[in-house]
């Protein structure tokens, strides 16, 4: 039916829907803003240093953890012995008038007490296992954090001896000018010449020692995730 035929009720009707659509539209769009700006206000979880990240990486996949680590679940693995058919609970408390009270017509007291000392061998595996693995970890974070200090008084000997360079290069620059006026004798610019190119050999020494300790970590330490390693101490500063 044509618009000029609708009845005065049918157009009042389709305005109206019209708008509400209106109104969830804009709704949902001061809805959206809003939720965008809360998100943006939250505040984000800092990101974690290199060093932070260096440690994580060789904890959770540095080889010899890794098999620690592999050791305790095989022993948590094992079932309990005594597990499905005895009160544990009772056997635990130790006592031989509680362990008589356990309902086990098939197993005797010597049996009994020998899911108890199996039970408690079983624990002390378990926990010599935990102390062996802290203690592997603790040796192993301490040579890490020995070798990043080694690394550290690499980079600072580097940096200083290119500051050295950069100054003997300028006081080169400007000697050489005394010397053509005449003003300073040839030798003195030699003897600074050679300081310069023994001080370029230190800085050469130092970086291929930065490469050669890098790499040492990374593989040592790094187990699969070496390459990563190496990308995280090549970020330390």
């Known amino acids: 039916m044509p618009d000029s035929e609708k009845s005065a009720p049918e157009i009042k009707g389709v305005k109206k829907l019209k ?42 996949n540095n080889p010899t953890l890794q098999s620690q680590r592999s050791l305790i679940e095989e022993i948590q693995k094992v079932p309990q012995p ?9 056997l635990e408390a130790g006592s031989e008038t ?30 010599q296992a935990r102390q062996a693995y802290e203690s592997l970890k603790k040796s192993l974070l301490t040579e890490l954090l020995t070798n990043l200090a080694d690394l550290s008084k690499l980079e600072n000997k580097k940096e200083s001896r290119s500051q050295l360079e950069s100054f003997l290069r300028n006081r080169a620059e400007s000697l050489s000018q005394q010397v053509k006026a005449g003003l300073e004798k040839p030798a003195s610019l030699f003897d600074l010449t050679e300081r310069i190119m023994s001080t370029s050999l230190e ?3 130092a970086t291929e020692e930065l490469k ?26």
């Open 82 to 90: 005594g597990t499905g058919f005895i009160d544990l609970e009772i």
């Open 98 to 127: 509680e362990a008589a009270g356990i309902k086990t017509p098939l197993l005797s007291m010597t049996q009994l007490e020998d899911i108890r000392d199996k039970r408690l061998k079983r624990r002390e595996m378990l926990e």
């Open 212 to 237: 050669s300790l890098k790499l040492q970590i990374a593989i040592t330490m790094g187990g699969d995730k070496w390459q990563k390693l190496l990308g995280l101490l090549d970020e330390m500063k």
């Open 19 to 60: 708008t509400k659509k209106v109104l969830v539209s804009f709704l949902a769009l001061i809805l959206l803003i809003s939720f965008t700006a809360w998100a943006q206000d939250q505040p984000q979880p800092p990101e974690k240093d290199p060093l932070q990240r260096i440690i994580e990486l060789v904890v959770e």
């Open 203 to 205: 800085i050469e020494n």
